[in-house]
């Protein structure tokens, strides 16, 4: 069973920038490709980031395009999410994901079979 622990979250203002960290408890992380959802309060958890196992291929919803970055360090079986620019309406518990599937990647969270706890990323105006 592979358990994924993320960091990073925390409060910034609007315009500010976090690093989110997620690590796998198992070598076999660098195998799967990889997810950031997030959830805010009474909305449905959305697709935030995915990356392929190489790392050479990442896809972002419209709303982050531009503004956050997925990337992962397979040597540390680590995955993260720099987001820069950050607004208000990003407020939301962002969870890491890890999918074994035969997809590259996946933007739908039905694919993804490995979740992290979640971390609370909140953003001021």
């Known amino acids: 069973q592979v358990q994924l622990v993320e960091s990073g979250g925390g409060l910034v203002q609007a315009g500010g920038s976090l690093r989110l960290s997620c690590t796998a408890s198992?070598?076999?992380?660098?195998?799967?490709?990889k997810g950031w959802f997030r959830q805010a309060p009474g909305k449905e958890r959305e697709f935030v980031a995915a990356?392929?196992?190489?790392?050479?291929?990442?896809d972002y919803p419209n709303s982050v395009k531009g503004r956050f970055t997925i990337s992962r360090d397979n040597a540390k079986n680590t995955v993260y999410l720099q987001m820069n620019s950050l607004k208000p309406e990003d407020t939301a518990v962002y969870y890491c994901?890890?999918?074994?599937?035969?997809?590259?990647?996946?933007?739908?969270?039905?694919?993804?079979?490995?979740w992290g706890q979640g971390t609370q990323v909140t953003v001021s105006s």
């Open positions: 198992r070598d076999t992380f660098s195998n799967y490709y």
């Open positions: 994901a890890a999918g074994a599937r035969t997809y590259s990647r996946s933007t739908d969270s039905r694919n993804y079979d490995y």
């Open positions: 990356i392929d196992w190489s790392g050479g291929v990442t």
